[in-house]
């Protein structure tokens, strides 16, 4: 949806981008409550799970694997979206809007949110390499150039990057659960712990 807006809408994305990160922040924190209700219930079913819930244990027990399996990731997702939301609008401002459209924060922010922890960590490298790159093409593009009659900026935008390489993660990260890359896998679990 953001993609498309992002390619065909762009006035629709930029009055509701706003709107639009609350609305996934709301979503992420309501999924989250949700999957927490939901592994309560999983336990309640199994007989072996069972003795881990009220009245054999203390609903402490309960509340506090929970908070760390899924409330701490989502914690983590939200301070590295607002984080990354109000660095990126601060340095844009102090630099007279020279690195993002007003539009880019939120989509980055909105990619960390959906990606989750502690995908959002790849994400950023991948964007700052990609913009790296691109800038870099950029500058060798210009300068091969002989001809510079028209004014080509010498920024270079990531704003369809965003959401292109937050898909290009999710994408990555089902394929590497759907066929068991265990190398993968470990590696998402040791940066969780960590």
Same mark, same amino acid.
């Given at each position: 949806?953001?993609?498309?807006?992002?390619?065909?809408?762009?006035?629709?994305?930029?009055?509701?981008?706003?709107?639009?990160?609350?609305?996934?922040?709301?979503?992420?924190?309501?999924?989250?409550?949700?999957?927490?209700?939901?592994?309560?219930?999983?336990?309640?079913?199994?007989?072996?799970?069972?003795?881990?819930?009220?009245?054999?244990?203390?609903?402490?027990?309960?509340?506090?694997?929970?908070?760390?399996?899924?409330?701490?990731?989502?914690?983590?997702?939200?301070?590295?979206?607002?984080?990354?939301?109000?660095?990126?609008?601060?340095?844009?401002?102090?630099?007279?809007? #020279? +690195?993002?459209?007003?539009?880019?924060?939120? !989509?980055? %922010? @909105?990619? $960390?949110? &959906? =990606?989750?922890?502690?995908?959002? *960590?790849?994400?950023?490298?991948?964007?700052?390499?990609?913009?790296?790159?691109?800038?870099?093409?950029?500058?060798?593009?210009?300068?091969?150039?002989?001809?510079?009659?028209?004014?080509?900026?010498? #920024? +270079?935008?990531?704003?369809?990057?965003?959401? !292109?390489? %937050? @898909?290009? $993660?999710? &994408? =990555?990260?089902?394929?590497?659960? *759907?066929?068991?890359?265990?190398?993968?896998?470990?590696?998402?679990?040791?940066?969780?712990?960590?």
């Amino acid at each position: 949806m953001i993609l498309g807006a992002q390619i065909i809408l762009r006035p629709y994305l930029v009055k509701r981008v706003k709107l639009i990160f609350w609305l996934v922040l709301a979503f992420q924190i309501l999924l989250t409550f949700y999957d927490v209700k939901k592994q309560y219930s999983i336990w309640q079913t199994s007989e072996l799970t069972n003795r881990l819930l009220p009245p054999y244990q203390p609903i402490g027990f309960f509340l506090s694997y929970g908070f760390s399996r899924f409330l701490i990731p989502l914690i983590f997702s939200v301070a590295a979206a607002l984080i990354f939301l109000f660095l990126t609008k601060y340095l844009n401002r102090r630099f007279q809007e #020279r +690195f993002f459209y007003p539009e880019e924060s939120y !989509l980055g %922010a @909105i990619a $960390i949110l &959906i =990606i989750s922890h502690p995908l959002w *960590a790849v994400y950023l490298i991948l964007i700052i390499l990609s913009v790296l790159i691109g800038t870099l093409a950029k500058k060798i593009i210009l300068k091969l150039k002989t001809n510079n009659q028209q004014v080509i900026t010498n #920024r +270079f935008s990531p704003y369809y990057l965003w959401t !292109l390489l %937050a @898909i290009f $993660i999710i &994408i =990555i990260n089902k394929i590497a659960t *759907a066929h068991n890359w265990e190398w993968f896998l470990m590696a998402i679990k040791l940066w969780r712990i960590g």
